[in-house]
């Protein structure tokens, strides 16, 4: 007779997402666990992800939208180039606090969230990203939250984010099967999901988007490099 994993609630973001941090604060220093919580490579993937906002339309002076900021990998090399407002919001407060801390900049918005949603006005924002978001979240809450992106967006605002497919052999290998091995002993962590630029397709209608372009992980859409993760860029219809 085979035993059933212990239960785990996908839609139970916020805890945990919260207890993973917690675990890496308890077993490394501060900086280190800052940098592992969002994957690691800190320096390199942040100037990395600022580089598509740019290439995609992103001006200097206008109002960007990140979902999942983490501890601040994208906005603390974006915080010396960017003139305009910018919102990051995450689950962990102690990921929020360190972006805020690093970042240095008093005139940005970083706020702790408790589920899906951005807490903004509709149509104030140029710009929403979602760098390794959607990778975490079941379908029904990708398209929430995109659902959100739109109500945020000003007319002709774009969305910017990655997404794991498994047409990309790296992705299969190297995050697909360990998550596949971590779940069998019933591992508590957040949920790896992959999409597929059909689905993405698909959803853009229903959204009011249209889709302006989706890349490979290992396109090198700008001179930076491949992000590793494929690339999906919506725009609102005016």
């Not at 929430?144 to 910017?160: D, F, Q, S």
Request: hydrophobic share 45%; aromatic share 10%.
């Amino acid at each position: 007779m085979t035993t059933a994993a212990p239960s785990r609630d996908p839609q139970d973001l916020k805890a945990v997402n919260i207890a993973m941090v917690d675990e890496l604060m308890r077993a490394m220093p501060h900086d280190e666990a800052m940098a592992v919580a969002i994957g690691g490579h800190w320096t390199f993937f942040g100037n990395l992800q600022v580089a598509p906002l740019k290439h995609y339309g992103l001006p200097t002076d206008s109002y960007l939208v990140d979902v999942g900021c983490g501890s601040g990998r994208l906005a603390k090399p974006l915080a010396v180039q960017h003139r305009g407002d910018y919102l990051g919001i995450d689950l962990v407060p102690a990921l929020v606090e360190n972006a805020r801390r690093i970042t240095e900049r008093a005139d940005w918005r970083f706020e702790v969230i408790d589920h899906i949603g951005i807490p903004e006005e509709d149509a104030a924002a140029d710009m929403v990203c979602f760098f390794s978001v959607l990778t975490h979240l079941l379908h029904e809450q990708s398209y929430w939250y995109l659902e959100e992106a739109h109500r945020v967006l000003k007319p002709g605002g774009r969305v910017v984010l990655s997404f794991l497919e498994f047409s990309e052999p790296w992705h299969f290998k190297n995050t697909f099967k360990p998550t596949v091995e971590h779940i069998k002993t019933g591992g508590r962590s957040p949920l790896n999901v992959f999409l597929h630029r059909d689905i993405l397709a698909i959803w853009a209608p229903g959204l009011v988007f249209d889709v302006v372009e989706i890349r490979g992980g290992g396109d090198e859409v700008v001179p930076e490099g491949a992000l590793g993760q494929a690339l999906c860029v919506f725009q609102k219809r005016a």
